[in-house]
């Protein structure tokens, strides 16, 4: 019988734009918070680990090793014990699930008993052009011009018209035109995406990690700059920087921990990846292949979630993630979230975090921020946003787009110990 995985540690920075800091500086602080929370005094237990980034290489100029780098002074300064390998993780915004799916297949193998899934990036750049660039980076971009023509067949079915350019975010533009034909198809509104956004900005003015900490009424969310209809400002992540970091290990390493580590820990009950692919748009995503495979590891059913973080990169991904997830029927993602189901009193909690959009998203980072936050609640360490007598936990964390879904998707599902 395989061993269980938990997570023993885990932490985020504050998300936000940090000009005055590096990338070794975010990584570092990541690594420390994390030793921290584990209770460990020192990273020389560790045994394996990975780095999960994606902007580096476009943005910092440094490519092919950016791990390696990242952890070079803290091996040199003893914080990170030395010959431990380490291996670099990017799979767009899904990076930081990756990173944590490997760390854990490296313990659930029995290959190792002590594991760090670590992420961070820093897109907040002088250079808005060259942050534009590495967005655009997210597609095939041999298969460019097909794509744009998907998406005009799109636009063309429910009456829209998808414009790609230089200047334009892609995944803004991508979002926005599968919540034109989310409305088209089902009748979702934009207020009901302006209530989920409204929603999210609540629970972030609420979270000290948060990047935007205010809150924005539904009024003023769809009286903000419009980015790309449906959308306004307030209903899309912000460009930020950060990092963030989780230690796994074996039932037999928590077994030799202190009672303060032991009853803190949180058990990996699923963790799946899906790969995207060129679907119709009528068809439910990989994101919903993957979360039926992650119920069916762990033997749970939608109704069993406490609490949820998903991939809220626009506050309509939430409404259709909330359908993937299973939480409510498909097409009705709009009526489910204007209703208060997933307020941090409702039905099913979800972005207790404030989400990507009062969060922050800072690609490499996001994934691993997420398993901060459903850890936070399993543990009931969530002070002001606690969600009452949380005991399971879903996280969903896409990245990149392939026509009409992400080309990576991965959901995991934690239990408290």
């Known amino acids: 019988m395989l061993d269980s995985v938990y997570i023993i540690g885990t932490y985020t920075t504050t998300f936000g734009k940090w000009p ?30 990975y780095f999960s980034n ?36 990017e799979g767009g915004c899904a990076s930081g699930s990756i990173a944590l799916h490997l760390a854990w297949k490296d313990i659930l193998s029995g290959l190792h008993d002590v594991s760090l899934a670590i992420g961070m990036d820093k897109f907040y750049h002088e250079d808005m052009a060259r942050v534009m660039t590495a967005f655009n980076h997210g597609i ?7 794509f744009i023509k998907r998406y005009q067949q799109v636009a063309q079915e429910c009456g829209q018209d998808f414009r790609f350019g230089p200047e334009r975010s892609i995944f803004m533009d991508t979002y926005a035109m599968q919540a034109c034909w989310h409305m088209w198809k089902w009748g979702t509104t934009q ?6 956004a409204s929603k999210n ?3 972030g003015s609420l979270n000290p990690k948060a990047q ?18 449906p959308m306004t400002r307030s209903m899309c992540a912000p460009i930020g920087d950060g990092a963030a970091a989780a230690i796994l290990c074996s039932e037999k390493f928590l077994k030799q921990q202190p009672a303060a580590v032991r009853d803190r820990a949180v058990k990996i009950r699923a963790s799946v990846l899906s790969g995207g692919k060129n679907r119709p748009i009528a068809e439910p995503s990989l994101t919903k292949w993957a979360a039926d495979k992650a119920y069916n590891m762990s033997g749970l059913a939608p109704k069993d979630i406490d609490v949820a973080e998903v991939h809220d990169a626009t506050s309509f991904c939430e409404i259709y993630q909330a359908e993937m997830m299973g939480f409510c029927p498909i097409g009705k993602g709009g009526e489910f979230i204007a209703s208060g189901a997933t307020m941090l009193d409702g039905e099913i909690p979800i972005n207790t975090s404030g989400g990507l959009v009062s969060k922050g998203h800072p690609i ?3 994934g691993l921020s997420m398993v901060y936050e459903v850890a936070n609640q399993l543990r009931g360490e969530a002070q002001e946003r606690q969600v009452k007598d949380a005991g ?25 110990n």
């Open 20 to 49: 005055e800091k590096s990338g070794k500086e975010l990584t570092r602080d990541a690594l420390v918070g994390v030793l921290e929370d584990a209770g460990m005094s020192d990273a020389g237990a560790m045994e394996s680990s």
């Open 54 to 89: 994606c902007g580096m290489g476009i943005l910092w100029d440094q490519d092919l090793l950016r791990g390696h780098c990242m952890f070079a002074p803290m091996v040199d300064e003893g914080l990170f014990p030395e010959r431990v390998p380490l291996v670099n993780v």
């Open 140 to 146: 095939d971009r041999e298969e460019k011009d097909s």
């Open 191 to 196: 207020e009901q995406i302006a209530i989920g």
């Open 201 to 203: 900005h609540h629970n």
């Open 212 to 229: 935007y900490r205010f809150e924005v009424p539904v009024d003023k969310v769809l009286s903000d700059y419009l980015v790309s209809y």
């Open 364 to 366: 490499g980072a996001t």
């Open 392 to 416: 399971i936990g879903l996280i969903e964390n896409g990245g990149g787009v392939i026509s009409v879904e992400e080309f990576a998707c991965g959901v995991t599902i934690l239990e408290r």
